[in-house]
């Protein structure tokens, strides 16, 4: 397994035209290979803890 590169929030600056100026960072290309099984396994479990929030959320609204 590899190790997590940073945590917790990072902080977003904006140009004085209110765009973010992280989005001219961002680059076009990523280098994920889609048809690895660990890249599916990684997917559900995000999916799933994503799941879990939105129902966490749902209920705490109610």
Known sequence: MSERQGSGATA???????QDASKTDVPEDFDI??????TEKAAVAIQSQFRKFQKKKQVEKS
């Not at 290979?33 to 660990?38: A, G, I, R, V």
């Open 33 to 38: 290979d889609m048809e690895n099984p660990e």
């Open 12 to 18: 977003v600056s904006k140009t004085s035209g209110g």
